[in-house]
Protein backbone atom coordinates (compact mmCIF):
# COMPACT_ATOMS: atom_id res chain seq x y z
CA UNK A 1 0.00 0.00 0.00
CA UNK A 2 1.81 3.31 -1.21
CA UNK A 3 2.04 6.36 1.43
CA UNK A 4 -0.69 8.03 -0.40
CA UNK A 5 -2.97 5.03 -0.37
CA UNK A 6 -2.56 4.91 3.10
CA UNK A 7 -3.23 9.06 3.73
CA UNK A 8 -6.83 8.63 2.15
CA UNK A 9 -7.65 5.79 4.00
CA UNK A 10 -6.85 7.27 7.52
CA UNK A 11 -8.47 10.31 6.10
CA UNK A 12 -11.50 8.19 5.09
CA UNK A 13 -11.73 6.79 8.83
CA UNK A 14 -11.19 10.10 10.39
CA UNK A 15 -14.01 11.91 8.70
CA UNK A 16 -16.23 9.44 9.34
CA UNK A 17 -15.80 8.01 12.85
CA UNK A 18 -18.29 10.62 13.90
CA UNK A 19 -21.93 10.08 14.20
CA UNK A 20 -23.13 13.74 13.72
CA UNK A 21 -22.27 15.34 10.55
CA UNK A 22 -23.23 19.71 9.53
CA UNK A 23 -23.55 19.95 6.31
CA UNK A 24 -23.63 23.64 5.16
CA UNK A 25 -23.88 24.82 1.51
CA UNK A 26 -21.79 27.67 0.53
CA UNK A 27 -23.61 30.79 -0.34
CA UNK A 28 -22.64 32.33 -3.96
CA UNK A 29 -24.96 34.24 -5.90
CA UNK A 30 -23.79 33.43 -9.60
CA UNK A 31 -23.27 29.60 -8.66
CA UNK A 32 -22.95 27.34 -11.40
CA UNK A 33 -21.16 24.66 -9.17
CA UNK A 34 -23.23 23.89 -5.80
CA UNK A 35 -20.76 23.37 -2.69
CA UNK A 36 -20.95 22.49 0.73
CA UNK A 37 -18.67 22.99 4.15
CA UNK A 38 -19.19 19.71 6.44
CA UNK A 39 -18.70 20.20 10.29
CA UNK A 40 -18.23 17.80 12.90
CA UNK A 41 -20.51 17.27 16.07
CA UNK A 42 -18.50 19.71 17.90
CA UNK A 43 -18.15 22.15 15.12
CA UNK A 44 -15.37 21.90 13.52
CA UNK A 45 -14.49 22.36 10.09
CA UNK A 46 -13.35 18.63 8.57
CA UNK A 47 -14.49 18.78 5.37
CA UNK A 48 -15.90 20.34 1.87
CA UNK A 49 -18.18 18.96 -0.95
CA UNK A 50 -17.40 20.49 -4.55
CA UNK A 51 -19.30 19.89 -7.82
CA UNK A 52 -17.40 19.13 -10.43
CA UNK A 53 -18.81 20.87 -13.83
CA UNK A 54 -16.80 21.49 -17.31
CA UNK A 55 -17.81 24.10 -19.15
CA UNK A 56 -20.21 22.29 -21.65
CA UNK A 57 -22.13 21.03 -18.33
CA UNK A 58 -22.19 25.14 -17.28
CA UNK A 59 -23.87 26.22 -19.96
CA UNK A 60 -26.31 23.45 -20.05
CA UNK A 61 -27.65 24.64 -16.84
CA UNK A 62 -28.22 28.19 -18.30
CA UNK A 63 -31.05 26.00 -21.04
CA UNK A 64 -32.16 22.80 -19.48
CA UNK A 65 -33.95 21.94 -16.08
CA UNK A 66 -30.86 21.79 -13.42
CA UNK A 67 -33.02 18.69 -12.17
CA UNK A 68 -32.61 16.67 -15.30
CA UNK A 69 -28.80 16.93 -15.48
CA UNK A 70 -26.04 15.07 -14.41
CA UNK A 71 -23.93 15.83 -11.82
CA UNK A 72 -20.52 14.56 -9.70
CA UNK A 73 -20.02 16.25 -6.15
CA UNK A 74 -16.77 14.96 -4.48
CA UNK A 75 -16.53 14.58 -0.34
CA UNK A 76 -13.19 16.18 0.64
CA UNK A 77 -10.77 16.24 3.73
CA UNK A 78 -9.65 19.61 4.79
CA UNK A 79 -5.77 18.25 2.99
CA UNK A 80 -7.83 17.86 -0.30
CA UNK A 81 -7.99 13.73 -0.62
CA UNK A 82 -11.09 12.57 -2.35
CA UNK A 83 -13.04 10.37 0.17
CA UNK A 84 -16.24 9.78 -1.83
CA UNK A 85 -17.85 10.77 -5.29
CA UNK A 86 -21.25 10.78 -5.64
CA UNK A 87 -22.42 10.27 -9.67
CA UNK A 88 -25.62 11.12 -11.29
CA UNK A 89 -26.13 10.38 -14.90
CA UNK A 90 -29.85 11.92 -16.88
CA UNK A 91 -32.51 11.80 -15.55
CA UNK A 92 -36.34 12.53 -16.55
CA UNK A 93 -37.95 11.74 -13.18
CA UNK A 94 -36.57 9.60 -10.23
CA UNK A 95 -33.26 9.66 -9.56
CA UNK A 96 -30.55 6.90 -8.88
CA UNK A 97 -27.19 8.28 -7.61
CA UNK A 98 -23.97 6.33 -7.56
CA UNK A 99 -21.94 6.36 -4.45
CA UNK A 100 -17.73 5.92 -5.03
CA UNK A 101 -15.49 5.36 -2.39
CA UNK A 102 -11.92 7.28 -2.64
CA UNK A 103 -10.99 4.37 -4.85
CA UNK A 104 -13.55 5.33 -7.25
CA UNK A 105 -15.13 1.79 -6.57
CA UNK A 106 -19.25 2.01 -6.47
CA UNK A 107 -20.40 0.75 -2.52
CA UNK A 108 -24.17 1.69 -2.62
CA UNK A 109 -26.84 3.52 -4.41
CA UNK A 110 -29.25 5.97 -3.46
CA UNK A 111 -32.85 5.59 -5.31
CA UNK A 112 -35.41 8.33 -5.25
CA UNK A 113 -38.84 6.45 -4.89
CA UNK A 114 -41.99 7.93 -5.93
CA UNK A 115 -44.31 9.53 -3.87
CA UNK A 116 -46.56 12.09 -3.86
CA UNK A 117 -46.45 14.03 -0.24
CA UNK A 118 -43.42 12.69 1.39
CA UNK A 119 -40.17 12.66 -0.68
CA UNK A 120 -38.17 8.76 0.04
CA UNK A 121 -35.30 7.35 -0.82
CA UNK A 122 -33.54 3.76 -0.74
CA UNK A 123 -30.46 3.26 0.06
CA UNK A 124 -28.41 0.03 -1.90
CA UNK A 125 -25.52 -1.78 -1.29
CA UNK A 126 -23.23 -2.52 -4.59
CA UNK A 127 -25.03 -5.42 -5.02
CA UNK A 128 -28.07 -3.75 -5.22
CA UNK A 129 -29.41 -4.60 -2.23
CA UNK A 130 -32.21 -2.02 0.21
CA UNK A 131 -30.10 -1.66 3.00
CA UNK A 132 -31.79 1.48 4.03
CA UNK A 133 -34.94 4.17 3.49
CA UNK A 134 -35.14 7.54 4.08
CA UNK A 135 -38.34 9.37 4.28
CA UNK A 136 -39.38 12.71 4.31
CA UNK A 137 -41.95 15.19 5.74
CA UNK A 138 -44.05 17.11 3.46
CA UNK A 139 -41.55 20.22 3.64
CA UNK A 140 -38.85 17.48 2.96
CA UNK A 141 -36.80 19.63 6.07
CA UNK A 142 -36.72 16.58 8.70
CA UNK A 143 -36.36 12.85 7.78
CA UNK A 144 -35.86 9.59 9.32
CA UNK A 145 -33.67 7.01 8.60
CA UNK A 146 -34.22 3.20 9.04
CA UNK A 147 -32.57 0.12 8.47
CA UNK A 148 -33.31 -2.98 6.62
CA UNK A 149 -35.56 -4.23 9.36
CA UNK A 150 -37.16 -0.74 9.82
CA UNK A 151 -35.72 -0.10 13.30
CA UNK A 152 -34.69 3.72 13.47
CA UNK A 153 -31.06 4.13 12.90
CA UNK A 154 -30.58 7.77 12.25
CA UNK A 155 -32.18 11.43 11.13
CA UNK A 156 -31.63 14.16 8.24
CA UNK A 157 -32.52 17.59 9.87
CA UNK A 158 -33.10 20.54 7.83
CA UNK A 159 -33.73 22.90 11.35
CA UNK A 160 -30.03 22.80 13.38
CA UNK A 161 -30.68 23.30 16.79
CA UNK A 162 -28.70 24.22 19.84
CA UNK A 163 -25.26 26.04 19.38
CA UNK A 164 -24.56 25.28 16.04
CA UNK A 165 -28.06 26.62 15.11
CA UNK A 166 -26.08 30.37 16.18
CA UNK A 167 -23.08 29.34 14.11
CA UNK A 168 -23.90 29.11 10.54
CA UNK A 169 -26.65 31.28 8.93
CA UNK A 170 -26.09 30.53 5.07
CA UNK A 171 -28.60 29.26 3.41
CA UNK A 172 -29.72 25.02 3.09
CA UNK A 173 -28.13 23.45 6.23
CA UNK A 174 -28.81 19.28 6.89
CA UNK A 175 -27.82 17.88 10.09
CA UNK A 176 -26.90 13.93 9.72
CA UNK A 177 -27.15 12.16 12.67
CA UNK A 178 -26.96 8.69 13.58
CA UNK A 179 -27.79 6.59 16.42
CA UNK A 180 -24.25 5.41 17.97
CA UNK A 181 -25.79 1.76 18.98
CA UNK A 182 -26.00 0.47 15.84
CA UNK A 183 -22.17 0.88 14.83
CA UNK A 184 -22.79 1.44 11.22
CA UNK A 185 -19.72 0.76 8.77
CA UNK A 186 -17.73 3.51 7.71
CA UNK A 187 -19.39 2.32 4.14
CA UNK A 188 -22.58 2.43 5.15
CA UNK A 189 -21.59 6.27 7.05
CA UNK A 190 -20.48 7.20 3.55
CA UNK A 191 -23.76 6.15 1.80
CA UNK A 192 -25.85 7.81 4.19
CA UNK A 193 -24.13 11.32 4.39
CA UNK A 194 -24.29 11.35 0.38
CA UNK A 195 -27.91 10.83 0.83
CA UNK A 196 -27.86 14.33 2.45
CA UNK A 197 -26.35 15.81 -0.40
CA UNK A 198 -28.77 14.72 -2.77
CA UNK A 199 -31.76 16.05 -0.71
CA UNK A 200 -30.63 19.37 -1.48
CA UNK A 201 -29.74 18.70 -5.48
CA UNK A 202 -32.73 16.13 -6.18
CA UNK A 203 -35.19 18.21 -4.36
CA UNK A 204 -34.24 21.94 -4.58
CA UNK A 205 -32.31 22.10 -7.89
CA UNK A 206 -35.54 23.26 -9.37
CA UNK A 207 -36.69 25.67 -7.20
Not at 99 to 109: C, H, L, P, R
Not at 138 to 146: C, G, P, V, Y
Request: net charge positive; aromatic share 12%; proline share 2%.
Amino acid sequence: MSETTNTVNQDVVAFFQSNSFFIDEKVNIFKFENAYNIYGETGEHIGAITQRLSIGEKMLRLLVNKKMLPYTLVVQSLNGNVLTTIQRGWTLFMSKIDVKDASGVTIGYVKQKFKFFKPEFQILNASEQVIATITGDWKAWNFDINNATKNPIGKISKKWAGAMKEIFTTADKYNVVLDPAFELTIEYKQIIVSCAITIDMVLKESK
